[in-house]
């Protein structure tokens, strides 16, 4: 069965710094291009970053940029999200999600980030 599942969620102060886990399994991991989006309460899912299957190409919100890095190691069949600077506004559920248009897309359950003093 395809599988994503985040971790390494938490409460961190203003200013702190987190890495999210996405482990991936059951669907061909270097087929995909990898995101993270987050949630806040009230308000939509934004896409936060994302990076192609080579791991040679990353896009992120302008919300994100020079404080967040995505990555991905194949041979680990995992991506990850560096979060550093955090801010009260980073707080949400992050989420990271697997595609490869026209194939497949596979989310993962979610991960809490609540950041605050």
């Known amino acids: 069965q395809p599988q994503l599942v985040e971790s390494g969620g938490g409460l961190v102060q203003p200013g702190g710094s987190l890495m999210l886990s996405c482990r991936a399994s059951g669907f061909p991991f270097l087929s995909a291009t990898m995101s993270w989006y987050r949630q806040a309460p009230g308000k939509g899912r934004e896409l936060v970053a994302s990076i192609n299957n080579a791991a040679d190409k990353s896009t992120y919100a302008s919300s994100v940029k020079g404080r967040f890095t995505i990555s991905r190691d194949n041979a680990k069949d995992t991506a990850y999200l560096q979060m550093t600077s955090l801010k009260s506004e980073d707080t949400a559920a992050y989420y990271c999600?697997?595609?490869?248009?026209?194939?497949?897309?596979?989310w993962g359950q979610g991960t809490q980030v609540t950041v605050s003093s």
């Open positions: 999600k697997a595609i490869q248009t026209g194939a497949f897309e596979y």
